[in-house]
């Protein structure tokens, strides 16, 4: 998408804005890049009063609205962030029903809308897949009456082909933006600190203690296996949600791993969006 100023940009985030979450903090990226090059860019963002106050992110210094995605006038406020001189463009990250009709309003007025998968369009096998297709082509013309599509991945664009085999508007195969820390302000952990043998082998997981999306009482379990023939040790960095490292260490604690399942703090320094 060139930078322009003739049309708007409204992203929809499939959750919070001030949960750092994959698909949130791409938008936020994504939202400052179009910013920077003079881009009229909008945030659409559910309100979400769960979020611990340490964890909640700031988000002031970007254009986002909060609202109440559950509330029934929910599609006439988003609506109402298109711009009124000129065409407007929405965004979407995520299929969820809240969001599917949005999408059913905007194209009964005509406002055209993106999506980007953040593996929704991925399928593990035969069946899957066939689920998917069905859900796809059958059930929800969420994605069908896109604009356009944007994959993170190739792999993921060229699967997606056996969903929607009708699929003719346009593809966009690009990788989420990050940002990159100053290497200055990142204070690396040796394994001594951390008291992990210098044979040992390391299993590490980056990201927050999410453990009903991320699945990481899987991940424990299934380390709990192979940890003491392995010699192996599980080190998991990133910041608690919702009591997860908690619920973790006694997992790991209850499985007889405890002492080789390590949980940390990033090594990132805090900083603002």
């Known amino acids: 998408m060139t930078a322009s100023a003739s049309f708007r940009v409204i992203h929809v985030f499939p959750d919070s804005a001030r949960l750092s979450s994959g698909p949130c903090n791409a938008i936020l990226a994504i939202m400052e890049s179009q910013l920077s090059h003079g881009m009229d860019v909008r945030g659409i963002s559910p309100v979400d009063n769960k979020i611990p106050a340490a964890q909640r992110q700031p988000i002031e210094h970007l254009p986002i609205r909060e609202v109440d995605f559950e509330a029934a006038d929910f599609s006439s406020t988003a609506m109402a962030a298109k711009a009124e001189d000129r065409d407007s463009i929405f965004h979407f990250q995520g299929i969820a029903s809240r969001t599917n009709r949005l999408a059913q309003k905007l194209k009964q007025a005509g406002i055209p809308y993106v999506f980007t998968s953040q593996g929704q369009l991925l399928y593990r096998g035969f069946v899957h897949g066939l689920k ?5 082509n059958l059930v929800s013309r969420f994605i ?30 690009h990788h989420n933006l990050v940002r990159v820390p100053d290497p200055a302000s990142v204070r690396p952990r040796a394994r001594e600190e951390l008291g992990i043998p210098a044979q040992s082998f390391v299993f ?70």
């Open 144 to 173: 069908r009456d896109a604009g356009g599509l944007h994959y993170c991945t190739q792999k993921e664009a060229d699967r997606a082909r056996y969903l929607l085999p009708a699929w003719r508007k346009p593809v966009l195969v």
């Open 132 to 136: 998917k297709f069905i859900y796809l």
């Open 204 to 273: 590490a997981y980056l990201g927050r203690f999410d453990i009903n999306h991320k699945g990481l009482d899987l991940v424990v379990k299934a380390f709990a296996r192979i940890a003491t023939p392995a010699n192996a040790f599980l080190v998991l960095v990133g910041p608690d949600f919702a009591g997860g490292r908690q619920r973790l260490e006694q997992l790991a604690s209850q499985l007889s791993c405890g002492e080789q399942e390590l949980a940390v703090d990033s090594a990132l320094p805090e900083q603002p969006m």
